[in-house]
């Protein structure tokens, strides 16, 4: 019997690190990359349409729909989709925001692969995992 795949979306307005990103997790067994997006708007565009992933992976700081922005509406409209939000920024307060926001993940864009790997299959199980948004993990 087939593990059913894990769906994915990546997005950053960063080319190289978008494509990048999506290239490590198609490495990763039993995940796919649905849909590669440049900021928010798009990202929500192509849920519009249909494509929509287990999990978000997305940069906080872009143009047109940043993290935060898009956080506070796949709350809403997509509440099913798990959100990991991907930065550079590691300030507890910012954090904390986020998950008040609805974020379910947090990472830095430093992270190992293997912290991706972790990141993603934790937000699809039930087990913690320092990737989820708890006050523990600060």
């Known amino acids: 019997m087939n593990t059913p795949a894990i769906r994915l979306a990546v997005v950053d307005d960063h080319i190289l690190f978008r494509k990048g990103l999506s290239a490590l997790i198609s490495g990763f067994p039993t995940m796919e990359v649905l849909f590669e997006a440049g900021d928010g708007q798009e990202a929500l565009e192509r849920l519009d349409q249909g494509l929509v992933p287990d999990v978000l992976l997305m940069d906080l700081q872009m143009p047109v729909l940043?993290?935060?922005?898009?956080?506070?509406?796949?709350?809403?409209?997509?509440p099913q989709v798990?959100?990991?939000?991907?930065?550079?920024?590691?300030?507890?307060?910012?954090?904390?925001?986020?998950?008040?926001?609805?974020?379910?993940?947090?990472?830095?864009?430093?992270?190992s692969p293997e912290e991706v790997h972790s990141a993603i299959l934790s937000m699809v199980s039930s087990r913690p995992s320092p990737y989820r948004l708890q006050k523990s993990s600060i």
């Open 66 to 78: 940043d993290g935060l922005q898009t956080v506070r509406l796949l709350r809403v409209q997509y």
């Open 82 to 111: 798990r959100t990991i939000i991907i930065s550079m920024h590691d300030e507890p307060e910012l954090i904390d925001s986020l998950r008040s926001e609805g974020a379910h993940g947090y990472l830095l864009k430093n992270a």
